[in-house]
Structures are given as C-alpha cells and as structure tokens.
C-alpha cells in the first residue's frame, strides 16, 4: 500500500520562507510530485522530483531523498497568493497517490 | 488550449438517488481519471483510462460507482445509489500519455455533489 505524511497546516508571513514536509511509505516508487489547490479550486501542478536532490522552479523548489522516503517543498519569498494547499504525490509507474494535504496560511 | 471540462459544477442529492458527472479532457490527452476528493483530505484515485481501456479500478466502489470512457474521448462518472459518505468534490484530470510521473495532470474544476 501507500501511505504519506504531512503537516495539516503551516502559517508564515509574507515575504518569508516556508518547508513542507512529506513523509512516504509505498510498495512502489517511481518519483515526488507536488501540487497545489486553492480552496474551492483544482489542484495544478508544481513540481516533479524523479531523482534524488533539488528541483527549482522559480520560488519554488523541491526535493527528494529516496534512501530517507522522504521529500519537501520549499517556498521562498511567500506572497499572500500563496495561501493554499499543498499535497504531495507518489507516482508509482503511471499512477497518483496524494497525501491530505498542507495548509498553508500566510499573514501579512 | 482549452482545459479539463466538467458539468455540472454543483450537484445536489438525496440519498439513494442516482447522478452521474461529465468529463471532457484536454484534446490529444489518452489518459482521464476520476479522482474523489473528501473535504480535508487528498484526492484519492477512484479509476484511470488509458484511451478507453480501464488501467486501475482498484479504489472503485464497484457496487454503486460505474464509469465509461468509450470513444477515448470525454467519460462519465455514475453512482447508484448514492449515500452520505459519497458527498465529496469529484476531480477529473487527464495527461498526454500517463506514463512517467513527468506526465503532467491536468485537473478540471470538479463537480462538488451534497447527498442529503
């Protein structure tokens, strides 16, 4: 089976740095990805990590260690738009299995 | 392009009656799931086509959830008989090929059923 572990809620400030960690546990594994959701939206896409180290995508970057199952999102430069949820993702071969989710508040 | 689209937005249910969602994906993609998305919870995989052949059906409650994709093309989602627990928002995504996790997921906006 498949299981992911996350925080259920973050709260930064703006203009800071926030780490969302996600723990896995699966009988397969092909790579991280991570999504977010506005509330009332759908989830889009953020990031892919299919191998071991950091991805950058502007604010954005995400990270994978396979040996520790363990994997984060990092956001720099947090902007109230910010606020939203974010899953992450196992993908094993061509299937998605999401954790519940971080909620991520952001003050001013 | 045009995105993932899905009809209707909002349904609302007594239990035990039947509704069914629509789902049309992104032209040219060959892989369409149906995700079931519980409030404060993940999406949780219900059933993945690729073109109109089932992939996955693992997480399908198969005594009252039906779905078909038959030309390849748009599918549909239906419950009979419905019950409280189904009360969730229902996610349709596609991807060019689901293949590699590199194989993005394009989700629509969801159909938010309420079973009384």
């Known amino acids: 089976g498949q299981s992911l572990e996350q925080p259920s809620e973050v709260t930064a400030v703006e203009g800071a740095i926030v780490q969302i960690n996600c723990t896995y546990q699966?009988?397969?594994?092909?790579?991280l990805s991570w999504y977010q959701q506005h509330d009332g939206g759908a989830p889009t896409f953020l990031s892919y990590?299919?191998?071991?180290g950091l991805e950058e995508t502007g604010r954005f970057s995400s990270f994978l260690s396979r040996s520790d199952s363990y994997g984060y999102l990092l956001l720099q430069e947090l902007q109230m738009k910010d606020s939203a949820s974010y899953f992450c993702a196992v993908v094993h071969f061509n299937k998605f299995y999401f954790g519940s989710g971080t909620k991520l508040n952001v003050k001013p | 392009e045009a995105g993932v689209a899905q009809s209707p937005r909002y349904k609302i249910i007594e239990k035990r009656q039947s509704v069914a969602f629509w789902c049309n994906p992104i032209s040219g993609h060959a892989t369409l799931y149906w995700y079931q998305q519980i409030l404060g919870q993940g999406p949780k995989l219900l059933i993945q086509f690729q073109n109109n052949g089932v992939v996955d059906d693992s997480q399908l409650p198969k005594d009252r959830f039906s779905a078909e994709r038959l030309k390849g093309v748009d599918s549909t989602l239906k419950i009979q008989p419905a019950k409280l627990e189904d009360s969730a928002v229902y996610l349709c995504?596609?991807?060019?090929?689901?293949?590699?996790?590199?194989?993005?997921?394009?989700f629509g906006p969801g159909t938010r059923l309420t079973v009384l």
């Open positions: 995504a596609s991807s060019f090929s689901g293949g590699a996790g590199t194989d993005t997921q394009y």
């Open positions: 699966t009988s397969g594994f092909y790579g």
């Open positions: 990590n299919g191998l071991d």
